[in-house]
């Protein structure tokens, strides 16, 4: 494996969790947590992005970012990674095509909240992410409705499992997403920079 890469070994479950974390909070921590425990993850990593696509304005500094996600999350189980910055990839189709190719054998899970999966069709090429790996989606607050009548959840209705599944997705043939229901913090990242306590452009 290439020098400054996460080691994985194959049959490993890892669950992956990506974005910008501008900056990344307690919700980010319980997700991770929550996922790890009920998909029966062996590892999770934060894949701490250059940039969003989807966002008109650039984050702060990517060192400043990784740097706060290594402060709040404290878990031997979860590696703060910047592996897109290494690849070069932009959109998550295509990290998880490098990184299917770089570990073979390696069940990988892509995480998100339910907010993301309700906006999940604007992402590209968002049926080749359901075709590469299982999705676990952990719902956040007031996002539980809107996810699972979105698009992407209504074209591959038929691809769900069901919650007391869950520990099966990581290794589910594609497509296959599940769908947790779960208490989470009301806090988010836009608050976050919205208040004073959070100076990582700076």
């Known amino acids: 494996m290439r020098q400054g890469f996460p080691i994985a070994a194959p049959g490993m479950a890892i669950g992956l969790l990506g974005g910008s974390f501008d900056p990344a909070h ?11 425990k009920r998909f029966r993850l062996d590892r999770v990593w934060w894949l701490v992005s250059p940039g969003n696509p989807l966002k008109a304005k650039g984050p702060a500094p990517l060192a400043v970012r990784m740097a706060r996600a290594r402060e709040v ?28 190719a770089l570990y073979p054998g390696v069940n990988f899970v892509w995480l998100m909240g339910a907010d993301n999966l309700a906006q999940f069709h604007l992402w590209h090429d968002w049926r080749g992410i359901f ?43 594609t497509p296959a997403w599940c769908f947790i229901d779960m208490p989470m913090l009301a806090v988010s990242s836009s608050a976050i920079r919205a208040r004073s306590d959070w100076h990582g452009a700076a």
């Open 26 to 36: 307690e919700g980010h921590v319980r997700l991770t947590h929550e996922a790890l």
């Open 73 to 100: 999350m404290d878990d031997p189980r979860v590696l703060v990674s910047d592996i897109e910055a290494r690849l070069g990839t932009h959109y998550t189709a295509d990290t998880l095509r490098r990184l299917k």
């Open 131 to 173: 075709g590469m790996v299982p999705l676990g989606v952990l719902a956040r607050p007031g996002q539980r409705l809107a996810a699972q009548r979105g698009p992407a959840a209504r074209a591959y209705a038929g691809a769900r499992i069901a919650a007391s599944a869950a520990p099966l997705l990581a290794r589910a043939e």
